[in-house]
């Protein structure tokens, strides 16, 4: 079976096949860095890592570059307020991106390319849409003429009759534009603003202009796949191709992929409502949806529960549970090295990175499947539980009954199948030197008290409470088994 994706342009799956044979260009629009990542950040740059990892799984050898855009207002007013620089504010949250990313073990893409080392390279791509009619200069400003593109709206499906039957007359009179569907591609220099010289004055770029001049310098005229947000769609993702395809007589992308968006308990995400989340805030316990230390893969399972391009709810039930799913699987990654011993693996085969499986391994065949379907994470999330789950179970049997129902030949199959696939994912764990020196911190004693304060509060029908050091001890790795007369059994996960 190939790998087929759901192409926005289309709107319906495609088998995947690259410009060039065994290679895969790739971009993903990047951050505005005036601010910490969102949860809406999350979700997309662990679904394009995803991706990217799949396609070097299955062979590929991907160039992928993902940029940052360091001019725009946002970065200014921040700056403004801060009392320092545009430059100053966007290193300082470029620095915070790389940090909040390599948490959820995001890898770094291989290049990520400034709005600001690219200026000449945006001059030269307005020059040419100018020189072929697509765009026009306005005191100062340049501006894309959109009626001269005929395939406008090719990707968001929206009729350029449409949106100028909707548009006022009236609303051109604060505006330079000759037609209010028009979009900037530069903008004239205004009083204590950043700018840069060009043909048409002093300015900055538009936003849009930015991404089509990045990827040509980078990537070329057209490239195999352009990533994400669904709001990316319309605007700028519409008016990327609409530039590059101008300019260039070529498509920009063969295949356009968009993620779906993310809500906060049902409502999608604001600083106005007040649910407004980053990532560090959700792992370091500070959001008030989950006030409690959060394990970076478990949020990095959490959004690989649903499919990339379905909606994304958070929600304290829903993170509780991924931390309690990321438990079972997290167990059946140790598996080796809790029993490895006891199985007379040799110290080879409990190394971290597995040598290449059967191709006839069913396992992962099944995955192979499911991910080749428009990456359906959840498909291949489901056969790594299976694995997971069948490990822990005969890691019971060798700790109960000194013996497991498999052969260790068997179960070491199984455990480097799971590694694998895992790896594959970007779901990694630990070593137990870690998790010790981490649980180390918590005697027994301590552990004790913590579950006689569940205990008390149990009986006094708290179950809040209750509930929440379950979590606690869970965060410990102490799993808490209550027996049917009343007591309580743990022990270390």
């Not at 079976?1 to 971009?27: A, D, E």
């Not at 048409?200 to 990045?214: D, L, N, T």
């Not at 970076?296 to 991924?322: C, E, N």
């Not at 998790?435 to 569940?454: F, T, V």
Request: glycine share 8%.
């Amino acid at each position: 079976m190939s790998l087929t994706l759901t192409n926005t342009l289309t709107n319906c799956k495609q088998p995947f096949t690259p410009i060039h044979p065994g290679q895969v260009t790739m971009y993903c629009c990047g951050v505005t860095v005036y601010d910490d990542c969102h949860l809406g950040h999350a979700r997309s740059y662990l679904g394009w890592d995803v991706l990217r990892r799949y396609l070097q799984w299955r062979g590929y050898a991907v160039h992928y570059v993902q940029n940052f855009t360091d001019i725009d207002d946002k970065i200014l007013n921040r700056a403004r307020d801060a009392g320092t620089t545009m430059a100053a504010i966007s290193e300082r949250y470029i620095q915070r991106y790389f940090e909040d990313m390599h948490r959820l073990n995001v890898m770094d893409a291989d290049e990520y390319p400034k709005v600001t080392e690219h200026i000449e390279a945006i001059h030269e791509l307005i020059g040419q849409l100018e020189a072929k009619g697509y765009a026009y200069a306005a005191e100062g400003d340049v501006y894309y003429r959109v009626e001269q593109f005929a395939d406008y709206g090719q990707l968001s499906g929206r009729s350029l009759a449409t949106m100028q039957a909707g548009a006022s007359g009236r609303d051109l009179v604060a505006t330079t534009k000759t037609n209010l569907a028009d979009f900037a591609l530069w903008k004239g220099a205004k009083p204590d603003e950043p700018a840069w010289d060009s043909p048409w004055g002093p300015g900055r770029p538009g936003w849009h202009i930015e991404c089509s001049a990045m990827i040509r310098a980078r990537l070329g005229a057209t490239i195999d796949i352009h990533g994400g947000g669904g709001d990316l769609v319309f605007p700028h993702h519409e008016n990327e191709i609409a530039q590059s395809q101008a300019a260039n007589g070529k498509p920009l992308a063969n295949y356009w992929l968009h993620n779906g968006m993310v809500t906060v308990n049902g409502e999608k995400m604001s600083k106005s409502l007040g649910n407004f989340t980053t990532i560090r805030d959700l792992l370091d316990g500070a959001w008030t949806g989950y006030p409690q230390l959060v394990d970076p893969m478990a949020v990095r399972l959490f959004v690989l529960q649903g499919h990339y391009r379905k909606p994304l709810d958070f929600t304290q039930d829903a993170i509780a549970a991924s931390i309690n799913s990321w438990q079972t699987l997290k167990a059946g990654l140790r598996f080796g090295d809790h029993h490895g011993a006891a199985l007379a693996w040799s110290v080879v085969n409990l190394q971290s990175s597995p040598p290449e499986l059967s191709p006839d391994n069913p396992w992962v065949a099944r995955f192979q499947t499911a991910m080749d379907d428009d990456l359906n994470t959840s498909g291949a999330l489901a056969v790594l539980f299976e694995l997971a789950k069948g490990l822990q179970r005969e890691g019971n049997r060798l700790v109960h009954e000194g013996k497991p129902q498999l052969s260790p030949d068997r179960l070491l199959e199984q455990w480097q199948t799971l590694m694998h696939l895992a790896q594959v994912l970007g779901l990694e764990t630990t070593t137990d030197r870690d998790a010790d020196a981490a649980a180390g911190d918590w005697d027994e004693a301590a552990i004790a008290d913590l579950i006689q304060q569940r205990q008390t509060a149990r009986q006094q029908r708290d179950f809040a409470t209750a509930d929440e050091i379950r979590d606690r001890l869970t965060a410990m790795e102490v799993a808490v088994v209550d027996q049917p007369d009343g007591t309580v059994r743990w022990h270390r996960q």
